[in-house]
């Protein structure tokens, strides 16, 4: 989570993603893929990768607008390699495939990747959707391009969170912006999502704050709150507490998430609805073992379960009971 200068961040008054040329809806009915064969090690990979997969506005981008066509990039392209494998995985219906193309080039996309090794999940979708958005950047004509850029991707899962502190002494307050591609919330005081977010989002306060306005140390609160939402939320949700247990308790989260309590801004009157699509979810000691699956939405609206090869249909209350790990909720777009 990068801090930003104030002349590249979004206004402090409420701000609406862009959604220009974006489709949060599928476009055609697509119904369900391939699975993906394991190919030692590599279920972390597909578990991501099948909660891509089904991110409608980036798979109508990848199979309906040609990037390959036009790419700038002679080697490796991340955008180009995720185009080929969502078409795969849509023609194969039935089928299982082989994600060889993305597995061989680990370490264009993260550089401490192993073939071989389990790894966090968590930690390979940042490097997938990081890898995403420098493709689309180095397929951008205009000059001084930097990683603020704003791309598809940015378009897609960037949201800004505000920190706001305010003296108790001279009751001054200061905000600064972070941009966020997902938001990771610790759930010890928490039950389920809701509940989590309100701990994300509460006021605390700070015994030795140094003011900027008085110059005073003394109490201050400071609150961090959801200022900029994206279009697609993902929610990592820290199921290992400070000395490296893994937190194996129930943990709820909703189909319907409405994230309006937790927004910076009280303007908008309206609820802010977000509908949840796919759930990464892990069963293991550590993150670097066990093993990971997904839950996915397909374009009916049917549930499935996809572990490697397999893909099953499932009821909507397992999804809703199973361990999640990783939770993808989509902005309703109505």
């Given at each position: 989570?990068?801090?930003?200068?104030?002349?590249?961040?979004?206004?402090?008054?409420?701000?609406?993603?862009?959604?220009?040329?974006?489709?949060?809806?599928?476009?055609?009915?697509?119904?369900?893929?391939?699975?993906?064969?394991?190919?030692?090690?590599?279920?972390?990979?597909?578990?991501?990768?099948?909660?891509?997969?089904?991110?409608?506005?980036?798979?109508?981008?990848?199979?309906?607008?040609?990037?390959?066509?036009?790419?700038?990039?002679?080697?490796?392209?991340?955008?180009?390699?995720?185009?080929?494998?969502?078409?795969?995985?849509?023609?194969?219906?039935?089928?299982?495939?082989?994600?060889?193309?993305?597995?061989?080039?680990?370490?264009?996309?993260?550089?401490?990747?192993?073939?071989?090794?389990?790894?966090?999940?968590?930690?390979f979708l940042s490097y997938v959707i990081d890898t995403l958005h420098q493709s689309c950047l180095f397929n951008q004509s205009q000059l001084n391009i930097d990683m603020e850029t704003p791309?598809?991707?940015?378009?897609?899962?960037?949201?800004?969170?505000?920190?706001?502190?305010?003296?108790?002494?001279?009751?001054?307050?200061?905000?600064?912006?972070?941009?966020?591609?997902?938001?990771?919330?610790?759930?010890?005081?928490?039950?389920?999502?809701?509940?989590?977010?309100?701990?994300?989002?509460?006021?605390?306060?700070?015994?030795?704050?140094?003011?900027?306005?008085?110059?005073?140390?003394?109490?201050?609160?400071?609150?961090?709150?959801?200022?900029?939402?994206?279009?697609?939320?993902?929610?990592?949700?820290?199921?290992?507490?400070?000395?490296?247990?893994?937190?194996?308790?129930?943990?709820?989260?909703?189909?319907?998430?409405?994230?309006?309590?937790?927004?910076?801004?009280?303007?908008?009157?309206?609820?802010?609805?977000?509908?949840?699509?796919?759930?990464?979810?892990?069963?293991?000691?550590?993150?670097?073992?066990?093993?990971?699956?997904?839950?996915?939405?397909?374009?009916?609206?049917?549930?499935?379960?996809?572990?490697?090869?397999?893909?099953?249909?499932?009821?909507?209350?397992?999804?809703?009971?199973?361990?999640?790990?990783?939770?993808?909720?989509?902005?309703?777009?109505?």
């Amino acid at each position: 989570m990068a801090t930003h200068d104030e002349d590249s961040i979004p206004s402090l008054e409420f701000t609406t993603p862009a959604t220009d040329n974006l489709v949060l809806k599928w476009q055609e009915d697509l119904h369900e893929g391939a699975g993906l064969n394991n190919l030692g090690n590599t279920c972390f990979v597909n578990a991501s990768l099948q909660g891509l997969t089904y991110t409608a506005p980036l798979a109508n981008f990848l199979l309906y607008s040609d990037h390959s066509w036009t790419c700038k990039q002679t080697e490796f392209c991340m955008m180009c390699l995720l185009e080929k494998h969502v078409f795969n995985t849509f023609m194969n219906r039935g089928m299982a495939i082989d994600p060889i193309d993305i597995v061989l080039n680990f370490k264009n996309i993260g550089e401490d990747l192993c073939f071989g090794r389990q790894e966090d999940a968590h930690v390979f979708l940042s490097y997938v959707i990081d890898t995403l958005h420098q493709s689309c950047l180095f397929n951008q004509s205009q000059l001084n391009i930097d990683m603020e850029t704003p791309t598809l991707i940015h378009q897609i899962f960037r949201g800004y969170l505000k920190s706001r502190v305010e003296c108790t002494q001279c009751f001054s307050i200061s905000d600064t912006l972070d941009s966020c591609l997902d938001i990771s919330l610790n759930i010890n005081k928490s039950l389920d999502l809701v509940k989590a977010l309100y701990e994300f989002t509460k006021t605390e306060n700070l015994s030795e704050y140094r003011c900027g306005m008085c110059s005073r140390v003394g109490k201050s609160t400071k609150r961090v709150s959801l200022h900029v939402v994206p279009n697609v939320l993902i929610v990592t949700i820290k199921r290992y507490d400070e000395f490296g247990h893994k937190i194996d308790r129930e943990f709820l989260f909703p189909e319907k998430l409405d994230i309006r309590p937790f927004m910076s801004s009280q303007v908008v009157q309206e609820s802010q609805l977000y509908s949840l699509y796919s759930v990464i979810v892990h069963h293991g000691t550590t993150t670097n073992s066990g093993h990971y699956y997904s839950y996915n939405k397909v374009s009916n609206g049917s549930w499935f379960r996809m572990d490697d090869a397999d893909v099953e249909p499932v009821a909507k209350s397992e999804v809703l009971q199973d361990q999640a790990y990783i939770l993808f909720y989509m902005r309703s777009p109505e």
